[in-house]
């Protein structure tokens, strides 16, 4: 069984920063990618930033500039950066990763429970 615990959530006010923590455990043979995708009330679930096994990484162009991802292999662990945060950027984020299982080597995507962060003053 493969899990996604997600942490780092929380209240700030705009222009201020946050760091988001996703942790990946259980039986996993491989991580190919990781990512964070955010849902904002009465809207769709949208890919905030996604990195590859590679390093390779992209972003919305809402986030640009101010978001960075990045990963620990070893802690099998992805981060997510925020800076100069903006109201608009509240939301639940969810952690979102393609991984191999080790018993199965079936290759699926896992999502986390999900982080709040709200944007306020």
């Known amino acids: 069984q493969v899990q996604l615990v997600e942490s780092g959530g929380g209240l700030v006010q705009p222009g201020g920063s946050l760091r988001l923590s996703c942790v990946a455990s259980g039986s996993i043979f491989r991580i190919y990618a990781m990512g964070w995708y955010r849902q904002a009330p009465g809207k769709q679930r949208e890919l905030v930033a996604h990195i590859t096994s590679g390093d390779s990484t992209h972003y919305a162009d809402s986030v640009k500039g101010r978001f960075t991802i990045s990963t620990d292999s070893a802690k099998k662990t992805v981060y997510l950066q925020m800076n100069s945060l903006k109201p608009e950027d509240t939301a639940v984020y969810y952690c979102?990763?393609?991984?191999?299982?080790?018993?199965?080597?079936?290759?699926?995507?896992?999502w986390g429970q999900g982080t709040q962060v709200t944007v306020s003053s």
């Open positions: 979102n990763a393609n991984i191999q299982a080790m018993l199965t080597m079936s290759r699926l995507n896992y």
